[in-house]
């Protein structure tokens, strides 16, 4: 028998729950009956960001190819790949985020290069592919906005590389 289990928030468009009941069966076999559910999570919303709350914005301002700046209003939690994206700015992230690549690579400003996280091994290892490389490089989609990072700078390198295994055959 199959029954819907409400949830307060809906999920976009997916089933929200569905729970599956059997109630144990005489048998003579020695198998246990149990009760099986199916559950979904989020949808994860990969370059749509959420607007932020009035008051909560935060900014960031990138620095394109060609020398434009462009400042964009953000929430706290978005990180620079689903910006860059979501604005149609050029930023390949062609591992969806996954810090398998380097095309997500940005130049950032040194005045807020100490504000942020160190990077950990794997950022490192996949910056040492990156074009461009500087003392103040990160993968956008490692950085994560957050209050003390307002206001903060990013200028996009003049290329990016994505290798991949045929590029090593």
């Known amino acids: ?3 819907l289990i409400p949830r307060l928030k ?3 468009p997916s089933i929200n729950r569905i729970s599956l009941s059997v109630k144990p069966q005489p048998s003579t076999s020695q198998h246990c009956h149990t009760l099986r559910a199916f559950h979904t999570s989020p949808i994860s919303l990969h370059g ?6 009035p008051g909560e914005e935060l900014h960031i301002t990138f620095i394109t190819k060609d020398g434009k700046q462009l400042t964009y209003e953000v ?5 620079i790949l689903d910006i860059a994206q979501a604005h149609n700015l ?5 591992c969806g985020g996954s810090c398998a690549c380097s ?10 290069y100490d504000r942020l996280e160190e990077p950990d091994d794997d ?8 074009f461009g490389l500087t003392e103040t490089s990160r993968l956008g989609c490692q ?8 206001g903060i700078r990013v200028a996009l390198p003049a290329m990016t590389r994505n290798l991949q295994s045929r590029d090593f055959n």
């Open 1 to 3: 028998m199959f029954r």
């Open 10 to 12: 809906p999920i976009i």
């Open 48 to 53: 749509h960001l959420k607007k932020p709350n």
């Open 75 to 79: 929430a706290e939690g978005d990180n």
């Open 90 to 94: 050029d930023m390949e992230g062609a």
């Open 103 to 112: 095309t997500c690579h940005v130049i950032v400003d040194p005045e807020y």
């Open 123 to 130: 950022e490192n290892d996949m910056l040492d592919l990156a």
């Open 143 to 150: 950085v994560k906005m957050t209050k003390e990072l307002d």
